[in-house]
């Protein structure tokens, strides 16, 4: 698959950096519509530390945050004056889990917009491991200028 963004290119839509920057890199982009992300899940993955020693299952959070990365990226994209937004998350709406994911999967993250605005955007999220759904949830944020947050 080819790499429309990768990880330091997704650092100018994203103000996340290790260990909280959970996308790889961007696979596909419809602008305004939809965004596929890869997670490399591995062994090294801060978070397997301690979830769970002797059976690393990645946190469903941290799922939903990738997913919810991989949106803001769709999300920023249409911004030219991009380091100065933020992407806030206001809900998670309908988060499932149906499968773990362990070191060594590859998740695709798929996010598609559901309502698209200059404030207000709402998406839908797949995470997938080859074929099988690992979890699935509508995400609604709103974009927000960096000097409302700082303070």
């Known amino acids: 698959m080819p790499t429309i963004f990768d990880a330091v290119q997704i650092q100018e839509?994203?103000?996340h950096r290790y260990p909280f920057l959970l996308v790889d890199r961007i696979i596909e982009l419809e602008r305004r519509t939809r965004?596929?992300?890869i997670k490399q899940v591995t062994m090294g993955d801060h978070f397997f530390q301690g979830h769970f020693p002797?059976?690393?299952v990645m946190p469903g959070v941290l799922i939903?945050?990738?997913l919810a990365q991989v949106g803001a990226v769709?999300?920023?994209r249409?911004?030219?004056n991009r380091g100065d937004k933020l992407v806030l998350f206001t809900k998670i709406k309908e988060a499932?889990?149906?499968s773990p994911v362990t070191p060594g999967d590859t998740l695709t993250l798929e996010v598609t917009a559901l309502r698209t605005g200059s404030r207000v955007q709402r998406m839908s999220g797949i995470?997938?491991?080859e074929d099988r759904i690992a979890a699935e949830a509508e995400l609604m944020c709103i974009i927000t200028d960096r000097s409302d947050i700082a303070r």
């Open 74 to 76: 769709l999300a920023m």
């Open 96 to 98: 499932t889990f149906r």
């Open 35 to 37: 965004c596929v992300g």
């Open 127 to 129: 995470a997938r491991v």
């Open 13 to 15: 839509f994203l103000p």
């Open 78 to 80: 249409e911004f030219e």
């Open 54 to 56: 002797g059976a690393p």
């Open 64 to 66: 939903i945050e990738a």
